[in-house]
Structures are given as structure tokens and as C-alpha cells.
């Protein structure tokens, strides 16, 4: 029989997933199950979005779309970034493509060669280390544990970068929900300046979920000459509840954005038509749902940080965007539950379900074996019991 290519070596299922169906599986099966585990919004854009979409069907021409993307979907996007403070682009530094995944799978193939070093924080969104080693790169990762607030220092970025090709940034970040203050934004751009040749990708997709006033910034508004090298990486996913639309966004340099749009005429062609459609109506349409959804997010956030924060040894930073906490479960280990040890993360989420029907994702699936993550975008009713039987469950650890 014929082999697979050998990348497919290096290419693994996505670990949030394979929690998720088993938490599906479970459920089916009859148990009462509440899942933390995958990082959906759980909610509906408002009804403008399905009105554009029915009136597309109904005008449909059944031609290819633009590889770029049609020029109003551009020019909504363009206003969008405009409205978080990222102004002076034009179309040629735009592309959109099915989802933010498939934007950063088309960056990477654009950006690194074989053996390039691609550099980003832990812990990290699962797919960051699948993609570099799907293409055979060489990642560079920088631990930023609970004890320095999951966020990133100058001194280990600057460390970090000689010889790198790509540093790969999240902000508000997945999995932990931490944001970076303007300050901390500006001292990190300081050191990219210093380091010329790489090239800096800002997966920003949540940049619309963000409480407390804390605000969202980026490196371009804090030194204008990094310009030419960042790439700004959006989604309507999160921010309008259509992770299924799949429709993602770049704004780059001319280059990189061509690059990309010529990818798309090899891979995908364009995005549906009619989905192009819903998109431009969730960009430029009423947005008081997005903003309804912030606000109850931000409210569901301090539950959850509350009830996390209130059990003896835990540690979890608060987080003020996103809707992840990525408590440090560390407390538990070389414990164990009705005779089952917890020797690590992976243990302490199988225990977890078994006994108290809870589903969240080890921390090891983002790089950090100390903690776990908690989506807390499950049904409003399911919040506070998932929480309760959480803190049971540590409780009883002997």
C-alpha cells in the first residue's frame, strides 16, 4: 500500500475536540454532563444576518466569488479594524478565507520554509503547535506560567527573537483570557522594533470581548512602524456567535496579503456567496448583540473566577477577556478521588468527568500541565452547577 505524506506524521487531531466528543458520547449515553470544553460562543446573530443571507439565496448567480473577497465585505472589514483604533488600510491589504484558522494556516505556509523558527507564548491556542509542525517548522516557545499572570515579558521576547522568522501573538489569549494593557502592549512593541526581520502575526480575534474598561491595543498603534510587518488576524466566530459561517480576515502588508489571496485561488477559491452576505451584515449591521453577549460574558466571568478563587489552592489569574479561566490545578496532584490518583492534568479532567460529569481540556493540549481550561459559554443554567460540583470535586481530594 502507497504511504501518506510524511507531514501526516506530525499532523494530530485537535485534543479540545477529541474532549469535547467524548463529552458528547457521554451525554448520549445518558449522563448528565456539562461541558467546559470547546470554546464556541453558544449564541445567534441577531436576525439582520439571516435576512442578508435569505435575500443572497434568493439573488444568487451560482458563479465563483472573489479569491480576495467581495469589495463591500472588504470595506466592511476595513471599517471594523477602524472602529478598534487600526486605521490607513486599503482592500490590497485585506483577504478573508474560511475562518481565522484557515488564515493562519495559509500565513504559515506563506511566511515559513521548512526549519524556520516560529516563536509564541505558552500557553497557546492548540492549533499554533500543530500548524508549525504540519509545516515542518521549528517552534520556539516561551513558558509564561500562572506565577507571571500567563502573560509574556520584554526580556523573554527579546531573548527570543534572534534568528526567529514569526512571532505569533494572542491578545485577548486563548486559553487563559488574559489581556494586555496598553503599557504592557507598548513595552512589548518596543522590543520588535529592535528586531527587524521578523515578522509579527496578531491573532486578535477576540478583540471585541474584553471587560472591565481594561480596552483593546495593538502593536501598530503603539509603533506605527511596525506597520509593515504585522499581520492582523480576525474572525466573526466569537465576536457574533457564527463560528459555523466560517469567515475569517487579514489586514497585512500588500505582499502578504497577495500572497494569501493567491493561496486561496489554489485552495479554496472564495467564500460562498451567501456567506459573504451574512458577513457584511454582521460587520455593518446593529451590533447590540455582540455587545449584549460582552456584557453577560463579563458577568459570567466573575462567577466562575470566583467560585475558582475560593478553593484552597488553586491558583487563576484574573482574566479579563475572551471566555476562558485557565486555572493552575497543580494543588491537586499526588492527591486522588474515591481511589483514583491525579497525577497530572490529563488525570485530574478524566477524574473530573467520571465523578461529577464536568468536561474541561487538560492545560497540556496549550502547553501548561499545571492547569486546565474552563470555557464558560455553556448553557446560563448549566454555569453554576458545573462550578459547584468543580469545587466539590477538589473537596474531596485526599
Not at 46 to 61: C, F, I, N, Q, T
Not at 232 to 260: C, H, N
Not at 353 to 376: N, W
Amino acid at each position: 500500500m502507497p504511504h501518506l505524506a510524511a507531514r501526516m506524521s506530525r499532523a494530530k487531531p485537535s485534543a479540545i475536540m477529541l474532549i469535547a466528543e467524548k463529552a458528547k458520547q457521554l451525554k448520549a449515553a445518558g449522563q448528565n454532563i456539562i461541558s467546559f470544553s470547546i470554546g464556541v460562543p453558544n449564541f445567534l446573530p441577531g436576525p439582520h444576518v439571516y435576512d442578508a443571507a435569505r435575500e443572497a439565496l434568493g439573488k444568487d448567480s451560482g458563479q465563483y466569488g472573489s479569491n480576495r473577497g467581495p469589495e463591500a465585505l472588504l470595506d466592511a472589514f476595513i471599517a471594523h479594524l477602524e472602529e478598534g483604533g487600526l486605521s490607513g488600510y486599503k482592500r490590497s491589504n485585506i483577504a478573508t478565507g474560511i475562518g481565522a484558522k484557515h488564515m493562519l494556516y495559509n500565513l504559515g505556509e506563506a511566511l515559513l520554509d521548512p526549519g524556520d523558527v516560529i516563536v509564541f507564548p505558552v500557553p497557546y491556542w492548540t492549533t499554533y503547535l500543530d500548524l508549525a509542525e504540519i509545516l515542518d517548522a521549528k517552534a520556539r516557545l516561551l513558558p509564561c506560567g500562572s506565577d507571571q499572570n500567563y502573560k509574556l515579558t520584554p526580556a523573554q521576547l527579546d531573548a527570543a527573537l534572534p534568528g526567529a522568522k514569526v512571532f505569533l501573538f494572542n491578545n485577548p489569549n486563548n486559553p487563559t483570557g488574559m489581556v494586555y494593557a496598553k503599557e504592557e502592549i507598548a513595552a512589548l512593541a518596543d522590543v520588535l522594533v529592535k528586531h527587524p526581520d521578523v515578522w509579527i502575526i496578531c491573532d486578535d480575534i477576540y478583540n471585541r470581548m474584553v471587560f472591565d474598561g481594561a480596552g483593546y491595543h495593538n502593536f501598530v498603534t503603539a509603533r506605527p512602524e511596525l506597520r509593515d510587518r504585522v499581520i492582523q488576524v480576525d474572525s466573526l466566530s466569537k465576536t457574533y456567535g457564527m463560528p459555523g459561517w466560517r469567515v475569517g480576515f487579514i489586514a497585512a502588508p500588500e505582499a502578504v496579503a497577495s500572497a494569501v489571496v493567491t493561496l486561496n485561488s489554489n485552495h479554496i477559491t472564495s467564500i460562498p456567496e451567501v456567506v459573504n452576505a451574512a458577513a457584511l451584515a454582521a460587520l455593518s449591521g446593529p451590533q447590540d448583540v455582540p455587545n449584549e453577549k460582552n456584557a453577560e460574558f463579563a458577568t459570567r466571568r466573575d462567577q466562575v473566577y470566583n467560585a475558582l478563587t475560593s478553593i484552597p489552592g488553586v491558583i487563576c489569574p484574573r482574566p479579563q477577556g475572551a471566555f476562558y479561566a485557565f486555572p493552575n490545578i497543580s494543588c491537586a496532584f499526588g492527591k486522588s478521588h474515591n481511589g483514583r490518583m491525579i497525577n497530572n492534568d490529563v488525570d485530574f479532567c478524566g477524574a473530573l468527568l467520571e465523578a461529577k460529569g464536568v468536561a474541561c481540556v487538560p492545560g497540556s493540549a496549550f502547553g501548561d500541565p499545571l492547569a486546565l481550561r474552563i470555557s464558560y459559554t455553556c448553557p446560563a443554567e448549566q454555569l453554576a452547577p458545573g462550578m459547584q460540583r468543580f469545587q466539590e470535586f477538589v473537596a474531596e481530594l485526599k
